[in-house]
Nanobody
Framework: VQLQASGGGLVQAGGSLKLSCAASGSTFSSYAIGWFRQAPGKEREFVAAISWRSGSTYYADSVKGRFTISRDNAKNTVYLQMNSLKPEDTAVYYC????????????????WGQGTQVTVSS
């Protein structure tokens, strides 16, 4: 499966962005999808995950209540709606697909998109 992340950009603190992750080559139906982010000089960290089959979701504490992960079966796309953005949310955001539902570890995901830059100015 190939993943294509998009929707990043520059936004002021308090603003919103919506990221998209489109799959090709296969469908998401048998995978769990996760969003991760990596800031300069830091390790890649878990942001949110969704079970494609059940729609169950899980969030990192740092984004809970501000970010929402969702899926569109017809478009084979997963979204990350990001509201109330903070400067500390600045990072390259990656989507990933794996076989472990709602996994939070990088190693649990087998397929990765290329990343999209999100920059939040103060």
């Amino acid at each position: 499966v190939q993943l294509q992340a998009s929707g990043g950009g520059l936004v002021q603190a308090g603003g919103s962005l919506k990221l998209s992750c489109a799959a090709s080559g296969s469908t998401f139906s048998s995978y769990a999808i996760g969003w991760f982010r990596q800031a300069p000089g830091k390790e890649r960290e878990f942001v949110a995950a969704i079970s494609w089959r059940s729609g169950s979701t899980y969030y990192a504490d740092s984004v809970k209540g501000r970010f929402t992960i969702s899926r569109d079966n017809a478009k084979n796309t997963v979204y990350l709606q990001m509201n109330s953005l903070k400067p500390e949310d600045t990072a390259v955001y990656y989507c990933a697909a794996g076989n472990y539902a709602l996994a939070t570890r990088v190693a649990s995901y087998s397929y990765w998109g290329q990343g999209t830059q999100v920059t939040v100015s103060s």
